[in-house]
């Protein structure tokens, strides 16, 4: 029973480049969320997705960050031109419905932007 | 401006004793709650919900009170274990709307 799937799990790249971090969702799961984690703002909510459509984008940052579902079974986000400010541990969550129900969290992919 | 606020970043309990975690937020129409313990290297798992119908809820070892009138959550854990040390994250939300996350409360259970 195979949880959310998130790669890479680490990625170190320099400013500039662009990133991309994929999530496979939880089979029969149709809500995806992408969290940033860090030190200052802790846990912060930058997308969720149900049925595929983004719902609220309202926590990505800049422009420079850009979410997709192509399938109901995987997302990417996806950040360009990468910046330093941008390092942080990156979480995907799925889930069954909608906002109600609790969600399943990926292990991350920690990033470092040089 | 947090919504969700967890003032103690770090605890220490003792094996066999009671860990109480607490948890306040400000906004009042938030209507269910949710206790996340996150490992190191891990994604938060989910451990307890509480809807605000209620003001206890329980399951083994874990117990999650709220207070509406204090706009305040507790988890206890009794008795603690090693494995329990985590760091525990309270989740609120209001319906229609994301879940907010604390900071997060650090516990070390020490053998």
């Known amino acids: 029973d195979a949880g959310v799937i998130q790669s890479p799990r680490h990625e170190v790249t320099e400013m500039g480049q662009e990133v991309t971090l994929r999530c496979k969702l939880i089979s029969g799961h149709n809500s995806l969320f992408w969290y940033r984690q860090t030190m200052m703002r802790g846990l912060e909510l930058l997308i969720y997705?149900?049925?595929?459509?983004?719902?609220?984008d309202s926590g990505m940052p800049e422009d420079r960050f850009s979410a997709k579902m192509p399938n109901a079974s995987f997302s990417t986000l996806k950040i360009q031109p990468s910046e330093p400010r941008d390092s942080a541990v990156y979480f995907c969550?799925?889930?069954?419905?909608?906002?109600?129900?609790?969600?399943?969290f990926g292990d991350g992919t920690r990033l470092s932007i040089l | 401006d947090q919504q969700v606020k967890q003032n103690s970043p770090s605890l220490s309990v003792q094996e066999g004793r009671i860990s109480i975690l607490n948890c306040d937020y400000t906004?009042?129409?938030?209507?269910?709650f949710l206790w996340y313990k996150k490992y190191p290297a891990e994604g938060p798992t989910f451990l307890i919900s509480?809807?605000?119908?209620?003001d206890k809820n329980e399951d083994g070892r874990f117990t999650v009170f709220l207070n509406k009138s204090a706009k305040h959550l507790s988890l206890h854990i009794v008795p603690s274990q090693p494995g329990d040390s985590a760091v525990y994250f309270c989740a609120a939300r209001y319906y229609g709307q994301n879940f907010v996350f604390g900071p997060g409360t650090r516990l070390s259970v020490l053998p």
């Open positions: 969550a799925s889930s069954l419905g909608d906002h109600n129900q609790p969600q399943h």
């Open positions: 997705f149900n049925n595929n459509v983004p719902i609220d």
């Open positions: 509480i809807s605000s119908i209620k």
């Open positions: 906004n009042s129409m938030f209507d269910y």
